[in-house]
């Protein structure tokens, strides 16, 4: 397998399991404001892209939460190449 297309994927899966980390820290952890759920960030479901024309190129995958928690995926090309 390429070299670069290792490093892409384990860039995109280290960065999924950082944001599912977070998320799942934030859920545990006690605060002093009212409980909060994950489905509070159901608007970030779905497809996201910066806009086009620009240095780099960003896309971004969430999926809807489920089982109190939501799975993200992100990409982004600079020179025609992914950065990680």
Same mark, same amino acid.
């Given at each position: 397998?390429?070299?670069?297309? $290792?490093?892409?994927?384990?860039?995109? $899966?280290?960065?999924?399991?950082?944001?599912? &980390?977070?998320?799942?820290?934030?859920?545990?952890?006690?605060?002093?404001?009212?409980?909060?759920?994950?489905?509070?960030? &159901?608007?970030?479901?779905?497809?996201?892209?910066?806009?086009a024309g620009g240095r780099s190129q960003t896309d971004e995958h969430w999926t809807h939460p489920a089982g109190g &928690?939501?799975?993200?995926? &992100?990409?982004?090309?600079?020179?025609?190449?992914?950065?990680?």
């Amino acid at each position: 397998m390429n070299k670069n297309l $290792v490093r892409i994927l384990l860039g995109m $899966v280290s960065t999924a399991l950082l944001t599912l &980390s977070t998320i799942n820290l934030e859920a545990q952890t006690p605060a002093a404001t009212p409980a909060q759920t994950i489905s509070e960030l &159901s608007w970030l479901a779905g497809d996201w892209q910066t806009a086009a024309g620009g240095r780099s190129q960003t896309d971004e995958h969430w999926t809807h939460p489920a089982g109190g &928690s939501m799975l993200g995926l &992100s990409r982004t090309v600079a020179g025609g190449r992914a950065r990680v």
